[in-house]
């Protein structure tokens, strides 16, 4: 909205032309989110312990973490008004990906508040059943890929680009639903996963949505891409926007959740902001490029899924606990130590990652 306020205003002072910059708009989302979150932080943390919406814990988790009963969840929720206030104020809402990215964010959000209120109701011990839980978030992520699919209007749009090569990309035709509802519920549930310390998820979540934005950056400007040799996709550049609101989102609720956190973003944050991921990757055309970003998202998840099967099949866990932050536990590494060691990690794949735009 502030947008169209400056495009009015540049008429009578040209200062006001700034905002038609990608990157001033990037820059005052991150700044707006951020200050959204901060502030309306204490308020919500008082309105969640007055009605005590307290975190539950899980019986075979480690000991350690039972101290941590009753801490105000659901905080995840803090982080949806933040990053949706400023991507109605600060984008253009003409572009049909950035509402892709906005109905991605609140129906996931969405269910993951509907798990969470079930969980409460139940004292931790019930939820959304497996089977209801991911219906649901089939149904949402099939929508999202079909509207990506019908919005499409280049061939690059739909295309699997491959890094480390120049004009190598797979015309995907309708396997690309696929991909884009494989990519938007994977990534919602590898975040959940992941969100089982303080601050674990949610710093990583930040450093791969600054990818993603300088991705988005480029991916819609004919100059920068023509110069990697990647598809320019018009009208992705405004997804940076997203980016920076979610940044800033990220960010404030961290001043909140950094260990020991004073609230959890529980279902409603971690499911929604993986899907949000998942669906700027697509719009972006760098599937391929994020995986590698969000890496220990992966293994997190990998390390779930090896453990089900080797106890299945064998009998025998290969980790002590998973998700595997809680083998690290259970080795004697202390909370912080697990959160930051994995933050550097993270930050390591993300640097990694983004030279695979140069060597083409």
């Known amino acids: 909205m ?12 040209p200062a006001f032309q700034v905002a038609e910059y990608i990157a001033f708009r990037a820059v005052v989302a991150t700044g707006t989110a951020l200050c959204i979150c901060v502030i309306i932080g204490p308020l919500m943390i008082r309105w969640l312990r007055r009605y005590q919406v307290g975190d539950s814990i899980r019986d075979d988790g480690p ?3 039972q101290s941590k009963a009753g ?3 659901m905080g995840g929720a803090l982080i949806l008004i933040s990053i949706l206030g400023s991507v109605l104020l600060w984008s253009d809402l003409s572009n049909m990906k950035v509402w892709v990215v906005l109905g991605v964010l609140t129906t996931f959000g969405a269910i993951g508040l509907l798990d969470d209120v079930s969980k409460l109701r139940a004292e931790g011990k019930g939820g959304l059943t497996v089977k209801v839980k991911y219906a649901l978030q089939t149904v949402m992520g099939l929508a999202a890929a079909i509207w990506l699919f019908s919005i499409a209007q280049l061939p690059a749009e739909t295309e699997l680009i491959v890094p480390f090569f120049k004009n190598v990309a797979i015309p995907l035709g309708l396997a690309f639903v696929i991909l884009t509802y494989l990519m938007i519920v994977g990534s919602s549930n590898a ?3 992941t969100d089982g310390l303080d601050g674990l998820a949610l710093m990583p979540v930040v450093m791969v949505t600054a990818g993603l934005g300088i991705l988005a950056y480029l991916v819609g400007n004919v100059e920068f891409a023509s110069y990697l040799y990647i598809p320019y996709v018009p009208g992705t550049s405004e997804i940076a926007i997203v980016c920076g609101a979610l940044i800033g989102g990220g960010l404030g609720f961290l001043w909140y959740n950094a260990y020991p956190a004073q609230v959890i973003m529980g279902d409603v944050g971690a499911l929604s902001l993986g899907a949000a991921m998942g669906s700027i990757a697509v719009i972006v055309r760098h599937e391929i490029v994020f995986l590698i970003m969000a890496g ?6 990998a390390s779930v899924m090896l453990q089900v099967a080797s106890f299945k099949l064998t009998g025998k866990r290969i980790f002590r606990m998973a998700p595997i932050h809680h083998h690290f536990e259970l080795k004697g590494w202390s909370e912080p130590k697990v959160i930051v060691r994995l933050w550097i990690v993270r930050l390591l794949l993300v640097l990694l990652a983004m030279p695979t735009l140069n060597i083409r």
């Open 191 to 193: 975040v959940n996963l």
């Open 71 to 73: 801490t105000p969840t």
């Open 63 to 65: 000991a350690s973490h």
């Open 2 to 13: 502030l947008l169209y306020l400056f495009r009015w205003l540049a008429d009578f002072d």
């Open 296 to 301: 220990v998202f992966v293994l997190e998840t």
